[in-house]
Nanobody, 120 residues
Framework: QVQLVESGGGLVQPGGSLNLSCVAS??????MAWGWHRQAPGKERVLV?????????TYADSVKGRFTISRDNFKNTVYLQMNNLKPEDTSTYYC??????????????WGRGTLVTVSS
């Protein structure tokens, strides 16, 4: 049974930082591409960061230079370091696993999400 469990969300002031984690089980972690998606209320879910099995990175323009995705194949964990957070980053953040290397490939497995709220 595949499980993706996110953690690290919470309330943070503008300009602050958070580090999200996603621990995976039931998959061969190192063979998959991993992404972080976010969905704000009333909006579509969008990809914000993606990492391939070989470590190639892709970011949405809205988070370039502020967010960093990384993976630890020994811990079956993918991270999203978020710096200089803005109110518009407020969303539920979802971890996702996919095959291949293209960021637009269909997601095979989703986590349940972790809420990030950026507010003073």
């Amino acid at each position: 049974q595949v499980q993706l469990v996110e953690s690290g969300g919470g309330l943070v002031q503008p300009g602050g930082s958070l580090n999200l984690s996603c621990v995976a089980s039931g998959v061969i972690f190192s063979t998959m591409a991993w992404g972080w998606h976010r969905q704000a209320p009333g909006k579509e879910r969008v990809l914000v960061a993606h990492i391939t099995p070989g470590g190639m990175l892709t970011y949405a323009d809205s988070v370039k230079g502020r967010f960093t995705i990384s993976r630890d194949n020994f811990k079956n964990t993918v991270y999203l370091q978020m710096n200089n957070l803005k109110p518009e980053d407020t969303s539920t953040y979802y971890c996702a696993a996919a095959w291949g290397t293209t960021p637009s490939n269909p997601v095979q497995h989703w986590g349940r999400g972790t809420l990030v709220t950026v507010s003073s």
